[in-house]
């Protein structure tokens, strides 16, 4: 999809919804709807496609006993008030970025992906099966909300830039559009750094306001078109190894549902973080080509190495900050997330990477 017909589909979505009213959710004959606002444009690859397949997949398997109305950025609210329209009850359900919310709870940023942290079968592990969704829950508690993964993008791009970098000295003041730990990481090492949703960034870029910026990766930032406005594409992050999106319920009113409604909510919520790694997996190289082959970007396959020094030196210095916090929630979030890291990356480094090493070197199908 091209960023102009991307972007008409997306202007018709937001005219048609613009007379939602934010009446009661329908309550009938035992039947529920909720409405859930999202961080992203409407029909937006694997991000708005996969938040209205998950939405489909509850309502569908629920046989429409609990029906999930989509609702795109802007639509109801602004992209990043999506998670405060389902606190103060304009909406039941969100879906977006837990990074997007650090203002409410710093220890929310490890729950979508942290530099030099997890993959994204890393971070599944630690969630599912070493207590990483007890605590996220604790957080969530605060807040009266119920979080799961939805979604996962994989290892993110590094973002675009109007001229090769060569160091340090050339991201000194450079005004960034990146999110989460990875933003104070790249503040750290001197870039000037803010946080836009995906729909407002190629405007900032086109203006000027905006030097550079990272979003996810080659399938949605063709479709947003920043090779239009930017050629140096750097395709891998190292503030973004496995980043992962969230559904986020009203928690008082999923408690509230049926055993096999709750059953079905946290099921689909399931299949669709695997089902959309499916889709960027697939489509992340076929548009990376399109770039190159049909727009003439130049890919950088990595950072210089001072560039990844000091990220990694950042990256540390601020994981240890959290874990040293003063904030009980935070402190505990850190210590769990960095042993769980510290016993996975042995079976990742250890197996699949030297798997990789070896299919690189070795063999190739012509």
């Known amino acids: 999809m091209d960023r102009r017909s991307f972007l008409k589909t997306s202007a018709l979505g937001g005219t048609a919804a613009a007379a939602t009213t934010l009446a009661a959710p329908a309550v009938a004959q035992g039947r529920i709807t909720w409405r859930m606002v999202t961080t992203w444009p409407r029909n937006f690859p694997g991000l708005g496609t996969g938040a209205q397949r998950l939405a489909d997949r509850i309502t569908q398997a629920s046989d429409g006993q609990l029906t999930v109305e989509l609702f795109s950025a802007g639509e109801i609210v602004p992209a990043l008030q999506s998670v405060d329209a389902v606190i103060d009850g304009g909406a039941e359900a969100m879906h977006g970025a837990a990074y997007y919310w650090m203002n409410k709870s710093q220890a929310l940023a490890f729950f979508t992906g942290v530099p030099y942290g997890m993959t994204s079968r890393e971070l599944a592990a630690w969630v599912r099966y070493m207590g990483g969704q007890e605590i996220w829950d604790d957080l969530y508690d605060q807040f009266g909300l119920q979080g799961f993964l939805s979604g996962d993008t994989g290892t993110q791009a590094g973002g675009w830039f109007q001229n090769e970098l060569t160091g340090l000295a050339d991201i000194q003041g450079l005004r960034f559009r990146t999110p989460g730990i990875g933003g104070q990481c790249w503040q750290r090492i001197g870039a000037s750094v803010t946080n836009l949703a995906g729909g407002e960034i190629f405007a900032a870029l086109q203006s000027g306001t905006l030097d550079a910026a990272e979003f996810v990766g080659p399938y949605n930032d ?62 992340d190289p076929i548009a990376l080509r399109t770039l190159v082959e049909e727009h003439g970007v130049t890919v950088h396959p990595q950072f210089p190495d001072e560039i990844l020094e000091a990220g990694a030196n950042a990256a540390r210095d601020i994981i240890m900050e959290f874990r040293d916090s003063s904030d009980t929630l935070t402190a505990r979030t850190a210590n769990s997330y960095i042993e769980a890291l510290n016993t996975l990356r042995t079976r990742t480094e250890g197996t699949d990477m030297s798997f990789l090493q070896a299919r690189s070197r070795f063999f190739t199908l012509g």
């Open 222 to 283: 063709l479709a947003l078109g920043f090779h239009q406005v930017r050629n140096h594409y750097y395709i891998t992050s190292f503030v973004e190894p496995g980043l992962a999106t969230e559904f986020v319920v009203d928690k008082a009113k999923f408690t509230a549902l049926p055993d096999n409604l709750q059953q079905i909510v946290r099921s689909a919520a399931q299949a669709e973080y695997d089902q959309t790694a499916s889709e960027f997996y697939a489509n």
